[in-house]
């Protein structure tokens, strides 16, 4: 798995589509783990999920860590459970790409 993360609208979908052409690209993959995490799955067995469905995709997901903490508890849990999902994907991914304005910084 390669693991593409960055802010929202930071040009991670233009930059996966350019430099993995031909590849499988699991675009925004934060939309299925609103799912699990709304179905009560722990991020261990969410991330376990994704990892095993997943090898062989770009997988592209949202920063949480450098936002703004949300006011609603449920929102704020989903952002501490999406944040370690995204710690576990980074461990096992092959590459780890953080995308800043289209630009890609390779940190793993």
Do not use: H
Not at 6 to 27: L, M, Q
Not at 38 to 63: C, G, L, P
Not at 92 to 98: F, K, N, Q, S, T
């Amino acid at each position: 798995m390669k693991l593409i993360i960055g802010g929202r609208a930071s040009g991670k979908t233009e930059y996966a589509n350019r430099e993995y052409d031909g590849s499988k690209i699991a675009d925004n993959i934060n939309d299925l783990a609103r799912e699990l995490f709304d179905s009560k799955m722990s991020y261990e067995m969410a991330s376990e999920y994704i990892i095993k469905n997943y090898a062989d995709f770009v997988v592209i997901t949202d920063e949480v860590g450098n936002g703004i903490v949300p006011v609603d508890k449920t929102e704020r849990d989903f952002r501490e459970w999406i944040g370690r999902v995204q710690v576990s994907l980074a461990k096992e991914a092959d590459e780890v790409v953080r995308v800043i304005c289209g630009i890609g910084q390779r940190i793993k």
